[in-house]
């Protein structure tokens, strides 16, 4: 899974709407960390006194709500024939 969420954030280049998605500033804060140092999601965790398995969720939200904008932006990508 971990793979798979990290791959569709840099196919889709989706840190590119890390400023548009509604997030909370301490949650954007954790996806830059992540994209741009990529700790493990532990030490993430330890740094922001939060769970692994909350920094796993946050990164799954973003990549969702990041994804629904990058649908909305290229719909040639997505249409069904």
Avoid: W
Avoid at 16 to 22: A, G, K, P, T
Avoid at 46 to 57: A, D, G, K, N, T
Wanted: aromatic residues 10%.
């Amino acid at each position: 899974m971990k793979s798979d969420l990290i791959n569709l954030i840099y196919k889709e280049n989706l840190d590119e709407y890390l400023d548009v998605v509604n997030m909370t500033p301490r949650d954007k804060e954790i996806v830059r960390i992540y994209l741009s140092e990529r700790p493990t999601y532990q030490a993430l965790g330890e740094r922001f006194e939060i769970s692994h398995e909350r920094v796993r969720q946050i990164l799954i939200k973003f990549a969702r709500k990041a994804h629904g904008c990058y649908r909305k932006a290229h719909p040639e990508n997505f249409e069904t024939e």
